[in-house]
């Protein structure tokens, strides 16, 4: 479907901001986005000429029109690769915003294979989120490492660390043994005594 060009004319009229909030120009803290004025005094409310558009039934753009681009083709949105095999001529590819980056490049590379038609630059796009997924992989590898080296470190510091404890361990042993030598010896002392 072919639109002329007076058709494309009203498509940016109705594209351009129609429906400004009331005061946006007066104050800075005010977004352009639209509100309905609520003041008692609001001469926009009151629907007075000249003082801007209240948005109400009659603003919509025509069906033939509807969700289409100058160039006259419908936009579609595809979540998955089975939505690709039936794509009329007269459409413009455009990926879903909740696609995931692997599936992404799957959908983006068969959409470059078959040179379908795609809202935007479909080889760009794809060498970006690959860039993005190799420098993902790069940080894990270099966490992964930092993560080895601490834990490598930390059983050196234990190895280092049992010698000392199995020395003071044996040291101990070894007093306890005296000490109770000492004791058996003393013991028997006085059992003779006793005799």
């Known amino acids: 479907m072919q639109i ?7 498509i940016l009229k109705k594209r351009s ?8 120009n007066k104050k800075d803290r005010l977004e352009e986005k639209w509100h309905y004025p609520k003041g008692i005094h609001s001469k926009l409310r009151h629907r007075k ?3 801007g558009l209240i948005v109400k039934t009659g603003y919509k753009t025509p069906k033939f029109i509807r969700g289409r681009t100058l160039d006259g083709k419908l936009i579609i949105t595809i979540q998955n690769k089975e939505q690709l095999s039936n794509i009329p001529s007269d459409v413009i590819i455009q990926l879903s915003s ?6 992404r490049i799957e959908i983006l590379t068969e959409i470059i294979e078959k040179k379908l038609p795609y809202a935007g630059d479909a ?11 190799k420098q993902r992989k790069e940080l894990r590898a270099q966490k992964k490492a930092r993560k080895q080296k601490i834990k490598h470190a930390e059983k050196k510091e234990e190895k ?14 070894e007093t306890e043994e005296v000490e ?3 004791e058996k010896k003393e013991f028997d002392k006085l059992l003779t005594k006793e005799k």
């Open 49 to 51: 000429r000249g003082y």
């Open 98 to 103: 909740t696609l995931g980056k692997k599936k």
């Open 17 to 24: 901001k129609r429906f400004v909030r009331q005061d946006v």
């Open 160 to 173: 280092e660390e049992k010698p000392e404890k199995d020395k003071k361990a044996e040291k101990k042993e």
């Open 180 to 182: 109770k030598k000492k």
């Open 123 to 133: 080889e760009k796009e794809l060498n970006t989120i690959k860039d993005l997924l």
């Open 4 to 10: 002329t060009e007076e058709q494309k004319k009203d």
